[in-house]
């Protein structure tokens, strides 16, 4: 019976036509991804492609190492050293170029001096010009630093007491010094998984809403429920068919596209934590790369089960696919066009909602903080295992509604 409600989704047109856009899909998130990886020459010229990846792996791998004291140093004294050339000065934009291309080795780590010699909340490209190798010393420092003062001072009202405690012990447990490599892999697995995520959900969202609505649609939901097992196994079925069809599609494409971007940039830098990369460097999540890529697909399964499953529940209740097919719709734009609202509840609410399942990279930088049961934790943990709960719930009820079905 699975077999057949599988056979039966997978011979429909639309079916088809899904199966061809999530090929689509794949194709040109990688090639975003792949794409996004670029080298400037020795002439002041952009490269991409493997070749140009190779080189820029190779300069960054100059740099590789324990971020002391003595390495911050050095990299200040590159910079400024890069700064004096007359390439640099250059309002020649083929000369600034080539300038350029002679910081790419560090450029990861000057991005690290731009906020860690920059106010919490501020964004200098230019901070780092104005250091000098005896600032190395506060390197550290300033991320905690910076952290109370913004406490203290901007979201003094935005958190309570224990929730600054939580937020300052969390940063104080980052061990030093970083250990830092080319990960540019990692970072562009993670920039562009969000979009592979949020639109595989929608295309799948189309399938899975015609799974427990097609019998009404083709007017065959007496002769369905009137067999001998339809209002039993048959229903079985068509969860575990549900269930099969997102598993399979889900992890075939993300390990597709894990394959395919760390396997032309390379997965370096795994064991690096999320803190040496610009995207990271304020999180208080003190974990690596690897098991931020972990928590990134395990997110976006847990999430994409939860959405298709409410989405198979709406069909099943509502008899439309029409009506069910919007479901992921909903809960995917809706937060996103609150999210521009800046308030601390509502701010918190939406740290809650599925659609952050997708896109736990940026979960992992937000500083949403829930207390449960007197213990402080960030939204990434919990959301996970709320939904997954949620999802385990639905199933049975899934199969009460469709196997109590009146036929009219």
Known sequence: MVYYEMKKIFSKTSGRIAVICLIGLLIVVCGFAVSGVSYMNEQGEKENGVAAVRKLREAKKEWSGPLTEEKIGEVIAANLAVNNTEEYRSRDIRKSDIAFGWKQGFSDIRMLLVYAYGAFRDYDYYRPDSLVPEDAEAFYANRTAHLKEWLDTEAKDQFSEEEKAFLVEKYQEMETPLYYDYADGWKQLFEFAPTLLMIMVLILGFLAASLFSCEYQYKADSVFFASCHGRGRAVSAKIKAGFLLITGIYWLSVLLYVGIVLGILGADGANCVIQTGRGGWKSFYNITYWQEGLLVFAGGYAGCLFILFLTMLISA??????????????????????????????????????????????????????????RIMGAAGIILVVYSVMTVMICPLLYRIYRKAQVK
């Open 317 to 374: 209740a509502s008899r439309s696919a029409v009506v069910a097919v919007m479901t992921p719709f909903i809960l995917i734009f809706v937060p996103s066009f609150l999210g521009g609202i800046r308030f601390p509840l509502i701010n918190k609410i939406l740290g809650l909602m599925p659609d952050q399942l997708l896109q736990m990279n940026m979960v992992v930088s937000y500083f949403n903080l829930y207390s449960i049961a007197g």
